[in-house]
Structures are given as C-alpha cells and as structure tokens.
C-alpha cells in the first residue's frame, strides 16, 4: 500500500528541489539591471515566489562568489542596491544551464523509460 | 512608521556587525517600495494595522536576521559521530556507575547514608550532583575544546586525505569472542586456580615468615567456591578458544559462573572474613586495628559489591537475549 507522504516532508523535498533552481532564476533574471523588489517581482510574475529571507541572503553570497555586482544609487528619492550579473556569473550561468538541461533531460528520458515498461 | 523602525532596529540586532548597516538600508528600502506599491493601488495610505500584516508577513525579524548569518557550528557532522559517541561512553562508562554505586551505597550502608543525610537529604542529593557536575565538567569540557580544534584544523591537517580501505575496523560481530581474550583468561584462570590451591587451602595464609593471615572458618566456602569457580571458567574459556562465538548454553554457563562468583563475592565482602594478622615489625594492637580496619572496609564496600555483581550479572543475561533470536542459524 502507497502511504501518503506528509506535507512537512513535502515541503522540505520541495524546497530542496527549489533551493538549485532559485539560484539559476536568479542570475537568468539579473542579466538585465534590478534591485531587490523588483527581482522579487520579476521572479514572482513569473510563477517564482521567494520571500526576502531568503532573496537577500542569496544576492549576498552571489555577489561574494564574484557571480553578480552591485552598486547603490538614487532613484526615485531611495536608495536602492541595484544587481547585475558580472562576466564571470554570465559563464556560470551558461554552465549551470548547460547541467540544468542535462538533468531536464535525464530525467524525461527515465521517466519515458519506466512509463513504457509499465504499458 | 515607528513600527518599521522597530522592526528594523530588532533584525539589526541579530546581524554581523560588519554589514548590519548595509543589509538594513537594503531591508528597509524594500519594506517601504511594497508599501509604496500597495499605497499607490490603494490610492490612500497603509493604515498602521495593513502595515503590521506586512511585517507579520515577513516572519519575525530574528529569524530574518538568522538568514544572513552563516551556518556554524562548534563540530561539523564528520566529528559529530565520534564526539557523541566517546561522550556515551563517559556517561555509561562512568556517570552510570558511580550514580548506582552511591544508590548502592545510600540503600545498604547504613554508615554511608549517616555520614551523606547528616545535614539533609537534599544536601545529600546537592553533594552528588556537584561531584557529578565536576567530573563532567573535567572532561566535557576539554574533549569539547579538542574536537572545536580537530573541526578547525580539519583542512589544514588533511585528516581524511589518506586513508586505507584495508586499515578500517574489522565488521564487528557481538556474538564473536576474541581468541586472544580467551586465551588470556584461560592462562589467568589456571594461574589463580594454582595459586589458591597452594596459598589458600586452609584458614591461615602463610607468606614465608613475614605474613601470617588467619582466616574465619567460612573462609572455607570462598576457598572451594572460587576454586571450582576457576576450573569452570577455565574450561569454558577453553570451549570458547575453539568456537569463538556464544552459544545459548555457553552463555548460560557464563551466567551461571558470574552469578555465583558475584554471591560469593558480595558474602565475602560482609563476612568479616579475617581473623587476624601477624607480621614482622607489627605490634599486636596495630594488627588487631588493621584487621579491623580491613573487614570494616570490606563490610562498607558490600554496596559496591552488590551493584558491580548486578552489573555483571545484567551483562550476561543481556548477552543470552540477545543470542535468543539468532539461536539455529550459524552458531555452534
């Protein structure tokens, strides 16, 4: 008998899932200039919601692995922190997406396999 | 917006001292472009109460501040094993014991509990926490600080760089019975066995001309209990040297010989077995106070006796259960 797996144990499987991907809609996203709400936005418009928690915590550590630059600046009377992918983020980004692709297709083709031993 | 400020001035708490004013200024200019944001749909601005569900929102200002502080801690989970398991072994090794010695003690040395419960029991009490606490400090302490500095050192020391499959421990089976241990104890049976034989046949115990020891007339059960006693388990550590694992009935046998040397022990520890001493240069009053300091001794380590006795007695029984499950299967 298949047992219902709980929702705690979901959720952590969940995020682990997620903890990898956020990281690559990051830098995908901050390839064009944003500060923080507005990526925030920007990944939430597009069906990725990250609370800032955990965005903030994250666009600081990119930016000590040399990934993304920032600066401040004056806009609209607040000073924001604007990010912005740096050289060497771009090339982790095209490897990350490179590995992103191969697992994308792994798994597809497992799941293809087991789905036509079992018709 | 007091109530931003504060919630502010709270996360700032909990942040490294370094980037506290930086990561604020950026926490803070995204609270207030979602309250511009919300302001501006509304056409009218937050009440103080839509602010609170805001904030209330974004999880309680310590645990957002925890989010940029980096994972530490004292031991990694490389050492983590090895240090809970050495401090288990402190803890039943010697933490155990000495709380059921001094049970032992407070529950059938009647001198013992007079001497702790003088003041009150709960001074009692205090004084065995206290030396309890002393002896964990005494080595907690320490073997904390030791695996902090493994921990830091991990890298630079290159501890798990090199390393051999064929230098890892044996897989080990409970139910094995080291041969070299046999051995050993059939050498230290048969040497006691003979030593009795010749030393402690009768009530007085003769070393040359310089120790003479009178023993009471029990003294003649302990004589040929142990010395049963030693050939039984001679013989049986010799059984094991040649099958090196338990078996149901080898184990019950080791049950047996424990429980029976154990009683022995434990009756001879409150028989106050001695009934004099002679020796050079000793003056027959010392000699009287001597052995009456020796039985005295004995008698008040009678407790002790009983606890290690229930100790070992536990141990053995545990050993057959365990067995219990695998009987029929590989064991001879």
Known sequence: MVMPMNSEAFDNLRLELRR???????????????YGYTLRKTLSEHGLEIDEGTLYPLLRRLETQGLLNSEWREEEKRKKRFYLLSASGALVLDQLLAEWRNLDSSIYTILKEQSHGTN | M?????????????????????IIAELSGDIYAQIEERETALGRKLTEVEVEEILKQRGHPLLVAN????????IGP???????????IFAFGYLL??????????????????????????????????????AFCLVVVPLTIAFVVLERQQTRLHLFDRWNPRKLPPVRNPNAIPRSSSAFEVAANLIFFVWWAVYAHS???????????????????????????????????????????????????RLFYDGVGAALFCWLMQANILDGITA?????????????AINHWMTTLFPAAIV????VIATGIYRIVRLKPAEGHSLP
Not at chain 2, 67 to 74: A, D, G, K, T, V
Not at chain 2, 105 to 125: G, I, K, N, P
Not at chain 2, 308 to 311: D, N, S
Request: glycine share 4%; hydrophobic share 50%.
């Open chain 2, 203 to 253: 009530l007085e115990m003769r070393f040359g001309s310089v120790l003479h020891i009178s023993f009471q007339p029990q003294w003649l059960w302990f004589f040929w209990g142990y010395l049963a006693l030693s050939l039984g388990n001679a013989a049986l550590s010799a059984t094991n040297l040649l099958l090196p694992f338990w078996s149901v009935s080898r184990a019950k046998l």
């Open chain 1, 20 to 34: 990898g991907c956020l990281v690559l809609a990051v830098l995908a996203a901050l390839r064009s200039e944003q």
């Open chain 2, 280 to 292: 050079k240069n000793l003056s027959a009053e010392k000699a009287i106070s001597l052995t009456q």
């Open chain 2, 97 to 134: 014991p000495a709380t059921l010695v001094w049970i032992g003690l407070m529950t059938f040395s009647a001198t013992y509990r007079m001497e702790q419960t003088h003041v009150s029991w709960f001074h009692a009490f205090a004084s065995l926490f206290s030396y309890l606490w002393f």
């Open chain 2, 2 to 22: 007091e109530l931003i400020e504060r919630y502010l001035e709270v996360v700032k708490f909990g942040l490294p001292k370094r980037q506290r004013d930086d």
């Open chain 2, 308 to 311: 290690i006795g229930l100790v």
């Open chain 2, 78 to 88: 490389v050492f983590f094993p090895i240090y809970r398991f050495v401090l288990k």
């Open chain 2, 67 to 74: 989010r940029f502080m980096p994972q530490e801690s004292l």
